[in-house]
């Protein structure tokens, strides 16, 4: 890899990120998101709305980890439903929800089982995140007490344990063609902020020069998280595997914590000790994002443009949110989209 192209030096870092979805891009300014989709006739749906606020927590160090990491999970499992509810609403063909949520809108009636279905799938992945790549590799290392009881060791092999789990699951999912299509738009997503990033002018073909690799992406926060959890888990011994499960719950808010200080550090910096410590993320970023082609570029274009400032308060202010058919510059077409109220969302 040419890290010159992954850490730019001529760079001018954004706060602007984004998330791959369903057939397309979300992306999150310091003002507002759009959640741009393409359709299955080749046009982009577009939702733009104001940016989620964390208030106050979001200035305190440590604190403001965790509180983008939950907002960040909440609010990527909105994005990423809506996106699959506006491809299902544009598909031609009339597909019987299952009985499962046949069930959930008859016992919570149809309105509510949106926010139902939402809230049980962040649980769920809660459930399974924490399940799978913290608390077995803990319950399984156990064994090795037998063997050896030096502390340092121990965790050493738990997080070699969990970051091979998670290594091994993000090589399988890409299997599946639509998962392959998601990460074919998170490499749109990173080479579109890298052009942006720049200064060159937002076209597909300026946006595809770029890597597809990018030092702030959340892919580098994970491997951040589990490889300070080895770090903070060294002090906390090796009690019962009870134990051991409830002080890595407790310390999930520090570690986290950190990650986001060190995530936030790597994006606005450019020297030897970043890249080396942005190293792990940036390879498993390798397995995480697939070549784009032009269109999902344009897709992740109209949406980056969507979200960029406008030079004063008052065009920001009196710039519409809207929600429906748009431009590859990210503008509404006439006749077409529908004005969006937040307030009333």
């Known amino acids: 890899m040419d890290f010159e192209k992954i850490f730019h030096k001529d760079a001018c870092p954004t706060s602007i990120g984004g998330q791959a979805i369903m057939e397309g891009i979300?992306?999150?300014?310091?003002?507002?998101?759009?959640?741009a989709v393409r359709l299955p006739d080749g046009k982009i749906h577009m939702k733009t709305q104001p940016a989620p606020n964390m208030g106050n927590w979001g200035k305190i160090p440590l604190v403001r980890g965790v509180a983008a990491f939950i907002s960040s999970l909440v609010f990527g499992t909105k994005v990423l439903m809506y996106s699959a509810d506006v491809l299902e609403k544009y598909t031609p063909e009339d597909v019987e929800p299952d009985k499962f949520d046949q069930w959930i809108e008859k016992k919570f009636g149809k309105e509510k089982a949106w926010n139902v279905l939402l809230w049980l799938s962040v649980a769920l992945a809660l459930v399974f995140s924490i399940g799978v790549f913290m608390l077995l590799p803990t319950a399984v290392v156990g064994i090795f007490k037998n063997i050896t009881e030096n502390v340092i060791i121990l965790?050493?092999?738990?997080?070699?344990?969990?970051?091979?789990?998670?290594?091994?699951?993000?090589?399988?999912?890409?299997k599946l063609e639509d998962i392959n299509t998601v990460f074919q738009y998170h490499g749109a997503e990173?080479?579109?902020?890298?052009?942006?990033?720049?200064?060159?002018?937002?076209?597909?073909?300026?946006?595809?020069?770029?890597?597809?690799?990018?030092?702030?992406?959340g892919t580098s926060f994970l491997m951040f998280v589990m490889i300070i959890a080895i770090i903070v888990h060294v002090f906390m011994?090796?009690?019962?595997?009870w134990m051991r499960v409830g002080l890595r719950l407790l310390a999930l808010p520090l570690i986290a914590g950190i990650s986001y200080e060190l995530l936030k550090w790597a994006g606005r910096s450019n020297n030897k000790i970043v890249e080396f410590l942005s190293l792990p993320g940036i390879y498993l970023q390798k397995l995480t994002t697939r070549e784009p082609n032009l269109k999902q570029l344009e897709v992740a274009i109209a949406a980056m443009k969507a979200v960029i400032p406008c030079e004063t308060e008052e065009e920001e202010a009196a710039k519409p949110y809207f929600e429906g058919i748009c431009d590859l510059n990210g503008e509404p077409v006439e006749g077409e989209a529908e004005i969006y109220d937040p307030q009333a969302a």
């Open 26 to 35: 979300m992306m999150r300014g310091p003002k507002r998101t759009a959640i």
């Open 155 to 174: 965790n050493l092999i738990e997080g070699i344990v969990r970051i091979a789990i998670f290594i091994g699951y993000i090589a399988l999912i890409p």
């Open 190 to 217: 990173h080479k579109t902020i890298h052009c942006f990033e720049n200064g060159k002018e937002l076209t597909p073909e300026n946006a595809q020069s770029f890597y597809r690799l990018h030092p702030r992406c």
């Open 237 to 241: 011994g090796w009690p019962n595997v």
